[in-house]
């Protein structure tokens, strides 16, 4: 064989050899990553979740965010992995700093997460309607009482986004309202996103409004900000 | 210089050459894409923009969408850049399919742009809640009218969705309800991203609740399954 042809065919022998071994270094990473995050409805190389309600039944609270699990004997909760278990794992992952902006709240289970993560002093703060404060089971009341700062719209159109930012990092959007009905009743949808592109613009609305919210002092919800 | 050396330089430098060309193909493919779309508002390699409303007035569908512009003297409507006329733009590029699945469509404008797509020939697929078919404006009857096909549940809870698939490619979703109150009034989100990870997701679950929706046959909303 010519020796000019057997360096060539050396030199692409070698190429070939580190492209396989690339790819297969980068199938490994990424199954690595899926592994990691330990759910198998992630979606892309950014962490990317997108999870579907109604639920058949309410998660157990106690089941999925506790050390001990669920000590109760006949649990009237699900224990099955949930749309809404998963939300609670992506809630109690937030280690600094929970920022919602969510039209509703009435959902017991979910308002009470919130209040034990404030006491382990992750900051809370949390952007709701105003008019849905009146809501039949509203939990604004008892999360502000529990010193968690709320701040609301001050006109009649709806402060309508359903979105949660954890320690500026992880947002979780969509239609979902945070009540009973939508978990175990409604047709929704919400994204789950730790990529920057995303969660950056959000993290803007969301300190946009709340420094909007916060200069308003017109209404008697001034009592409900900080 | 040996020969084996020169064959094996000849190659690399081969190599090298067509890994610059590729890398300068995908970048000028890249651009092209992102100058198509027309947004300084993309947010990452995969298409993807994020919306907020409300916008101070409703945009001018004429002059976003049409070819000749809005010939009005004195057009109510706004001929400047917002959320809305991004949205009529998006809509407006489905060359073959729109899946719709909204809580209410009480908007005319982006009612009258689905009507003028359907008639162009696009295949357009609504969802949307049964209890807000008979919301004041509601536009599906309209629309049902001109021979689109809507699907809606057969229950008291609620089809919350607000997701538009367009070409099977184009995933839209947020917050955003079809009304005009949502457009000039609400605060509200919406993100648009062509992330096949997500879409394929919003396309699977569109199609299930067609199926499952044109399967019902308990309810007067039968008139209005395809």
Known sequence: ??????GALYTVLFFIASEVLYKLYCKTKKHKS????????????????VLFFPDEKVACKDYFITDNGCVKQNCRFSHEKSSLSELYK???SGKTTVDICVYIIT???LAEILMKMFKRGVKIRIITDKDQLQASGSQIWSLRKEGI???TNDSSYLMHHKFVIID????????FNWTYQAITGNQ???LITDDDAVTSVFKAEFQRLWEDFGS???TGDLRLQE
Chains 1, 2 share one sequence.
């Not at 064989?1 to 057997?6: A, I, K, T």
């Not at 899926?34 to 979740?49: A, C, D, F, N, V």
């Not at 500026?168 to 239609?175: D, F, M, Q």
């Open 149 to 151: 700062p709320v701040r």
């Open 90 to 92: 992506h809630l109690c």
């Open 168 to 175: 500026n990092r992880v947002l979780i959007n969509g239609s």
């Open 34 to 49: 899926k592994t990691e995050i330990g759910s198998e409805s992630r979606l892309s190389s950014t962490s990317l979740q």
């Open 188 to 190: 929704e949808n919400v």
């Open 1 to 6: 064989m010519n020796s000019n042809l057997r």
């Open 216 to 218: 308003q002092n017109s």
């Open 107 to 109: 959902c017991k289970d």
